[in-house]
């Protein structure tokens, strides 16, 4: 495994335990100062990345910071990409899959997420991912314990094999754990954060147009994703059996 820091079990769950009584600038200044580079934040501009960035900037911290591309995103959320590289001056880096739809379209089957979202899913999320992550020691990301049931015992630093084909792990490290959606929204209110124009049409989770829409008040956050699927993630952070499989 290509660590720079090698934790045991028991030093993992005392380090996350530590990580998750300070801040999250804490978790993120530990990430670079042990893992420089070799660390980064993935975001889908979601409101918990986006108070990742706001630490990494306010801190000094210049941690990478990427996006999955998948090619469907919504023209607003393309938007919000360039806002935020301009706000918080940085690039984004955009991460493409290995086919455009067009081609997917072709090879697989026109508007696969229709018919096959699992597959459409692991060939314009789940594969890329896995590449970029094969580049890194630490994958930093916005998870929230109260998105949903998927993600109520994600702990602040866990060991992740990001790839059930090969035998290769890094660290996922999830600052965001403990914050509820309204402090999340606070913060971004408190600091002007721009944020995903959708928002203001009743949108919550935002991700590719053909399998997002608005939910209604009371429903959970991520409800809005794959209507009419029994599917809840994408699997970049869950591991899809096709992974496997295919
Ligand atoms: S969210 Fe929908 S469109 Fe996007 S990759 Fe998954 S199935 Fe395809």
Same mark, same amino acid.
């Given at each position: 495994m290509a660590f720079t820091l090698t934790l045991t079990e028991d030093e993992r769950r005392t380090l996350s335990d530590r990580l998750e009584q300070g801040t999250v600038t804490d978790s993120l200044r530990w990430a670079w100062e042990n893992f420089g580079q070799r660390a980064a934040i993935g975001t889908s501009f979601q409101g918990a990345g986006l108070v990742m960035l706001h630490h990494a900037r306010e801190?000094?911290?210049?941690?990478? #910071?990427?996006? !999955?591309?998948?090619?469907?995103?919504f023209p607003e959320t393309l938007d919000l990409k360039r806002r935020l590289e301009d706000f918080f001056g940085i690039t984004i880096e955009a991460v493409t899959p290995e086919k455009t739809v067009?081609?997917?379209?072709?090879?697989?089957?026109?508007?696969?997420?229709?018919?096959?979202?699992?597959?459409c899913c692991y060939?314009?999320? #789940?594969?890329? !991912?896995?590449?970029r992550l094969s580049t890194l020691d630490v994958w930093i990301t916005g998870v929230r314990r109260q998105q949903a049931e998927t993600r109520e015992n994600v702990s602040v630093l866990e060991l992740y094999q990001f790839d059930p084909l090969r035998d290769e792990y890094i660290y996922k490290l999830n600052p965001m754990a403990a914050w509820s959606r309204d402090k999340v929204q606070e913060f971004l209110k408190r600091h002007d954060i721009p944020q995903n124009a959708l928002l203001s049409q009743g949108y919550r989770s935002i991700g590719c147009w053909p399998c997002t829409r608005p939910v209604a008040e009371g429903e959970n956050e991520r409800a809005g994703r794959w209507t009419g699927f029994d599917k809840k993630e994408?699997?970049?952070?869950?591991?899809?059996?096709?992974?496997?499989?295919?």
């Open positions: 801190a000094g911290i210049p941690l990478p #910071v990427f996006t !999955l591309d998948t090619g469907l995103l067009e081609e997917q379209s072709a090879e697989e089957s026109p508007e696969l997420w229709n018919t096959r979202p699992d597959l060939l314009r999320k #789940v594969a890329p !991912l896995q590449n994408c699997g970049i952070h869950t591991f899809l059996p096709m992974a496997v499989t295919r």
